[in-house]
């Protein structure tokens, strides 16, 4: 009898366990991995907004690329809309590649994201990919190319794209 009751509470006690795995992982899949950045027009200027986003990419630079631009480029929820976020960052903006090398990332984006704008819309759109793809510890620096050439002047005004962006040389909250 004994024995019986030992393996009723093993196998109790092993289930328990299962539960408490498929809980954890259920709940960790659904926490926020990145954080992209919307902008938010204050009637005077315009700010950047982090908002956490679920990616889970694969474990590659280009894949967490990918789905870093592909949250930009889709925009905020319904409800965050409604409280007056929005993206710059044109639809249809694709990554054609993305390398990291020694905190480098260097991401080569299509066409798309050179259309339509205005100066504030521009900029705005480099400062949301700036800060969004800056947010891993191992990326210090980005550099972004059009279709495999670097990107250097940006828009019908001419906003001067800078080589090589460094997160810590800018500000934490940029307004335009």
């Known amino acids: 009898m ?5 393996r009723v ?15 954890t992982w259920r709940t960790l899949s659904r926490l926020p991995d990145m954080l992209v ?17 679920v990616a889970r990419a694969g474990g590659g630079v280009e894949e967490r690329v990918r789905a870093q631009l592909a949250a930009l480029a889709s925009g905020p929820t319904d409800a965050e809309a409604g409280t007056g976020l929005a993206t710059l ?42 800060y969004t793809l800056t947010q891993p510890a191992d990326v210090d620096a ?3 190319r059009v279709e495999g050439r670097p990107l250097t002047v940006l828009g019908g005004e001419g906003i001067v794209v800078d080589p090589v962006w460094v997160r810590a040389g800018q500000p934490e909250a940029p307004a335009w």
């Open 89 to 130: 960052v044109p639809e249809g903006t694709r990554v054609l590649g993305a390398t990291l090398d020694d905190g480098l990332l260097t991401v080569d984006l299509s066409r798309e994201f050179t259309a339509g704008g205005g100066t504030a819309s521009m900029m705005g759109r480099l400062y949301q990919v700036y």
């Open 37 to 53: 950045y919307f902008a938010r027009d204050t009637g005077s200027a315009f700010r950047l907004e982090a908002v956490p986003r």
């Open 142 to 144: 980005v550099s972004l």
């Open 9 to 23: 509470v093993a196998l109790a006690l092993l289930l328990l366990l299962a539960l408490v795995g498929v809980i």
């Open 2 to 6: 004994r024995t019986v009751v030992l």
